[in-house]
């Protein structure tokens, strides 16, 4: 049966759905037809205000002014211009519900959703109404589409979108780029950063009480809490070093590593000599899971 099956209202700058009708058909070429409809909606820029994707047994019309966009799917067998004629109506009902400045605030999908009642009586009336009743509407559609005539597509066209959406790049073999990994954590490592977290929240405890103190009263002990909150700072950069890979590895580690030996030998006094230790032994720990924990290269796997 010719009828129009889904509609949805899109933002056209990014995409954003705003509104859609909430229609559960299982068939299997329809839900890729959804698929394809969503891959569609993030490059609506890069197309005029009317189009047509054909496929297999349906067919997407857009129609678009301004930064609204409405969007159907429809049997293949659906007249065309009854097609644009529904999302005109629709795309003018949306207008005349909202303003302009609320749909280009929205920052969730379907903040609109409230309008699928509208969406659900328009579809429901080109479903089972005759183009004879709507004769004179048909004709400016019509008239329009023949000066005006809809970018025509495939849904096979929208494959690679498709694809990106799904988190899948497609790369070719002429081309291909190596992409890479860091190691996978090991339990020494896990330990490190605990060890390191905790140093670092040691440090920043002691630079801020002590701060409190200084700024107050005694003025010389400046010095210290600076060397505490670089300490603190050394033992972030530290575990930031360990989890993400970085250009120079070697050459930070060891100007971090040298920055906690530092500080921690000013802070003798404050600090006993096991405590010190204690800080300059997770700081070396640290390093060396930062120098031993390599990239691992992922070889491509050609889009699949």
Not at 224 to 242: G, K, R, T
């Amino acid at each position: 049966m010719s009828m129009i099956l889904f509609a949805c209202v899109v933002r056209v700058r990014d995409g954003l759905p705003l509104s859609a009708s909430t229609d559960f058909h299982l068939n299997k070429d329809f839900l890729e037809c959804r698929k394809r409809l969503k891959a569609l909606s993030l490059i609506l820029a890069q197309y005029p205000d009317r189009g047509t994707a054909t496929g297999r047994g349906f067919s997407i019309h857009f129609h678009s002014s301004g930064d609204i966009a409405c969007m159907g799917i429809c049997s293949s067998s659906y007249p065309t211009v009854m097609a644009f004629c529904f999302l005109e109506e629709l795309h003018w009902k949306f207008s005349a519900s909202y303003d302009t400045t609320s749909t280009s605030l929205a920052t969730r999908p379907y903040a609109f959703l409230e309008f699928d009642n509208v969406i659900q009586k328009v579809k429901y009336h080109f479903n089972y109404t005759s183009c004879s009743q709507m004769k004179n509407n048909l004709e400016k559609i019509q008239e329009d589409l023949k000066f005006h005539p809809p970018v025509l597509l495939k849904l096979e066209d929208t494959e690679l979108m498709n694809g990106m959406i799904n988190g899948h790049i497609e790369v070719h073999v002429g081309s291909e780029v190596p992409s890479y990994r860091m190691q996978p954590v090991t339990p020494l490592g896990i330990l490190s950063l605990v060890l390191n977290i905790m140093c670092g929240a040691l440090n920043l405890i002691r630079g801020v009480h002590l701060a409190e103190y200084s700024f107050q009263e005694d003025h010389e002990g400046v010095g210290n809490v600076i060397a505490f909150l670089l300490s603190f700072l050394a033992c972030i950069f530290q575990c930031c070093l360990f989890l993400f890979h970085s250009s120079a590895k070697k050459m930070k580690a060891f100007v971090l590593i040298f920055s906690i030996c530092l500080c921690n030998i000013y802070l003798y006094g404050l600090r006993n000599i096991w405590q010190i230790l204690f800080h300059i032994g997770v700081a070396s720990l640290s390093s060396y899971q930062i120098l031993t924990r390599q990239l691992m290269e992922k070889q491509s796997d050609f889009g699949v």
